[in-house]
């Protein structure tokens, strides 16, 4: 997919790039990103919306994948941006992208948080709970801009998806329920206080989501309440988020939609709801994030050791794992696998690919059909651009691997490997007194 192709030597390339060339010169694991597929997937969402003739914005879910060079892309393409955290909005800012393009989400949003958006003026905050209206009113400012905000709001749909990342049902922590009144008594709050612009509503019912109908049903729900809202607070929005959660394909039992497929049925749904209404079109806004990053990454792994349990299994570990994708693991998250640096050889053996962790639960893949294989072969394991780098870590004192963006032939460093200086850097030896 994208531009990964087998080449002539029978490497795998990425974006015009022999992968084989990229682990000699950054190193292994290491996370490349195909950025004309990230162009292509981004232009797609957002040429859905201009074919449809509605106003629209595409906020990256940036904890998908986030660092300066992502967000320079991200702002290049027109995307908005959906942030989460203090740390998030700090890149962004530090990046150059426009605040106004932003939108911050959170069920905890710290007051340090919540000022830092205000000061640099951030297009929305997603506002999650009663507590944080009373921390906005309190920031607030008497004659200063009013606060734009959307409301979040679960509107008890469960996505088909992994029971740990749904988060679209009434029993969640995020949001106001849509049928249980607590909506209601925020719009009463919102609109009461002088310090708020209420742009309108968000929900976000899922992720990894392959059909389309989780998104229709939400906005009817989320309408039918409108519709009650416009006659008891004659409020009608200017804007519906519907989140993200467009589906990916990271193998071959998963069967995502294209983008323009969903964005049509989620248009049509409004525009039916807003005919019946007898209303003005809001914006609408979605907040993909897998499904802009996902298939554009590819982690390479070297191999190392091999250990063979007879009449069972053959393990065979690469230098990452966990620390670097912990989906395997957390979610028990299935990928695909080429061998990078042979490609036409064919599969002769079954093998589980095993990280470097100590923890038997650290495998990346299990039973997978590859050529024979031998220490410092390079192993390509496919779709690892979405919820890897960002939700990477440090286990057993393991450095982040480096990222690096290809686009025509060329190969950028964005993000360096970690070192092991950066690995102490915030540790405080005890003073020497104490050690007795
Ligand atoms: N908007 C909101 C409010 C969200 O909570 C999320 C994801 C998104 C947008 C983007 O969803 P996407 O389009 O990427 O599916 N760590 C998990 C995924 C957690 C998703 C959390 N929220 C994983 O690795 O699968």
């Known amino acids: ?60 879910a940036s904890k998908a994948f986030s660092s300066i060079a992502m967000f320079q892309l991200a702002k290049e393409e027109g995307l908005s941006l959906d ?50 209206i009373d921390v906005l009113d309190e920031l607030y400012v008497d004659g200063e801009r009013k606060i734009p905000v959307l409301l979040r709001v679960t509107p008890g749909i469960e996505a088909h998806t992994h ?33 708020f612009h209420l742009l309108g509503f968000h929900c976000h019912i899922g992720s990894q989501i392959f059909e389309t109908q989780g998104f229709v049903l939400a906005a009817e729900r989320v309408f039918e309440k409108i519709k009650e809202w416009k006659d008891r607070f004659s409020y009608v929005p200017e804007v519906v988020n519907l989140g993200g959660g467009f589906g990916i394909r990271y193998t071959e039992e998963d069967a995502p939609l294209p983008a323009t497929y969903y964005v049509e049925k989620i248009v049509e749904a409004v525009q039916k709801q807003v005919k019946e209404l007898n209303m003005e079109m809001p ?71 095993a990280g470097k962790c100590c923890e038997s639960g650290d495998m990346l893949i299990w039973d997978i059909a590859l050529p024979s294989v031998k220490p410092n072969d390079l192993l390509a394991i496919s779709c690892t651009g979405a919820y890897g780098y960002s939700m990477a870590n440090n286990y057993n004192r393991i450095p982040r691997p480096a990222v690096v963006f290809v686009e ?20 405080i030896p005890l003073k020497s007194k104490v050690v007795k």
């Open 83 to 132: 942030v989460v955290s203090g740390g998030e909005l700090y890149t962004a800012i530090k990046a150059g992208f426009p605040a106004e393009k932003m939108h911050l989400h959170g069920n905890n949003k710290s007051r340090e948080e919540l000022k830092m958006a205000l000061e640099h003026g951030v297009g929305c905050i997603v506002v999650d709970n009663f507590y944080e």
């Open 1 to 60: 997919h994208g531009t990964s192709k087998k080449n002539e030597l029978g490497h795998l390339e990425i974006g015009g790039v022999d992968t084989t060339e990229l682990a000699k010169q950054f190193g292994t694991p290491l996370y490349v990103y195909d950025v004309a597929l990230i162009k292509e997937r981004a232009r797609s969402f957002k040429k859905a919306f201009e074919n449809m003739g509605v106003k629209a914005q595409v906020a990256y």
């Open 283 to 353: 914006e609408i806004w979605i907040e993909p994030g897998r499904s802009l990053v996902g298939d554009a990454g590819t982690t390479l792994y070297s191999i190392g050791s091999q250990k063979e349990v007879p009449d069972v299994r053959k393990y065979v570990a690469v230098d990452g794992g966990m620390t670097d994708n912990i989906r395997p693991a957390l979610y028990e998250a299935k990928y695909e696998a080429a061998l990078a640096n042979r490609m036409n050889d064919k599969e002769e053996e079954k093998v589980s690919i």
């Open 408 to 427: 025509d032939g060329e190969a950028q460093l964005v993000v360096k490997r970690e070192s092991y200086e950066n690995i102490i850097v915030n540790d």
């Open 163 to 195: 029971d740990y990342i749904t988060t679209g049902q009434e029993d969640s922590k995020f949001g106001f329920g849509l049928l249980n009144g607590q909506v209601e008594r925020a719009i009463e709050k919102v609109l009461a206080s002088k310090a």
